[in-house]
């Protein structure tokens, strides 16, 4: 008889285990060092609050997994067990391979190596050491298996990742705009043709959705003290490589090592509080560039930033620079890792990606993009794009 667990969760309360093979997947070391991986990395320098896990994350993800292929079962979907369990493991480990500080490290501690380039591999190697037993969600997640609508739901502008993260991040973070009616949104997915879709009642929760993720990149992930907070937490550990400077393992692997050499165990081993460590003890480096930044991130003493509408002017770039290098007795070269300039783009749909569609009561299907309602179409349209400098204050 399978095991049940219960996880008392801050958002959406209570989450059931009921599957051996995956409480012996979360018990795993290589999950559990997700507990000491921040969702939202420098985000905690403006809203104190959001210091939740990618562990957390992935505990909602799943479930919102579990409920959404319940609803699906219930409209008449075919899904098998070993199908349920599958895709609910894959939904589980989508975010495995994500390194210290999630997205804000991604190729640099590694270059050229995304997170999901990790969790495939990281899969691949646990379904060695489950026996195969892995091998479905393997197939799922990199959307092979015949079933679409599973890998939708795990990879897509309308999946329970998005769906979770938004939820948790403007929960912990106290940003309310972010709020979506998920419950709802799960309440409306069907599928038709092998494709997940939205009935068209759910359209309004769609329109929701888009905007508050539009609203919570702009306010949240793409906040502007933010964003200069991961460019110097960037910039601290491209420094540290380029100057060699010491660290402990197993940081020291990924700065002074050779990284090609890196196995999957010492990547699992690596987790925000090496890094965090690195970064106190560099904090009385010898190399003033590595020392200010890193001081700057431990004090929370940051880089000034400003947004423009335009690309920076390079009058505006020299005269900063200029001040650096009298200000702090750097050479031109040095100033331009503290003085630097770059842009942020973001947009509510975007039409190149996994289309959201949504089935009409009369069997036809539109794109949401498609469908005839002001509010959402304007909205939808273009990418914005915000030009930044950084410099000192």
Known sequence: MASRKIINDPVYGFITIDDELIFKIIAHPWYQRLRRIHQMAMAVLVYPGAVHTRLLHSLGAYHLMRNALHELRNKGVEISREEDQAAKIAILLHDIGHGPFSHALENVLIEGMHHETISLLLMKDLNKQFNGQLQMALDIFTNVYPKKFLYQLISGQLD????????????FSGVSEGVIGYDRILKMLTVHNGELMVEEKGIYSIEKFLVSRRLMYWQVYL???????????????????????PAQLPLNQFINDAVDTVTLEQFCKLDDYDVVSAIKAWCTHDDKVLSFLSNGIISRNLLK????????????????????????????????????????????????????????????????????????????SGKIKKYYICYLR
């Not at 329970?160 to 929960?171: A, C, G, K």
């Not at 937490?233 to 100057?243: C, G, V």
């Not at 498609?370 to 509010?375: P, T």
């Open 160 to 171: 329970v990742d998005r769906m979770d993260y938004l939820t948790r991040d403007s929960f």
């Open 223 to 245: 906040h502007k003290t933010v964003l200069c907070a991961e460019q110097m937490l960037k910039r601290i550990i491209k420094r540290a490589k380029y100057i060699k400077a």
């Open 305 to 380: 930033v400003k947004y423009f509408a335009e690309p920076v002017n390079k009058k505006i770039v020299e005269e900063k620079t200029s001040e650096a290098i009298v200000k702090m007795n750097l050479s031109a070269e040095d100033a331009a890792w503290l003085v630097f300039t770059g842009e942020a783009s973001g947009s509510t749909y975007d039409f190149e990606d996994e289309q959201i569609n949504i089935l009409f009561k009369d069997g036809s299907v539109k794109d949401i993009s498609e469908v005839d309602d002001a509010l959402i179409n304007q909205n939808l």
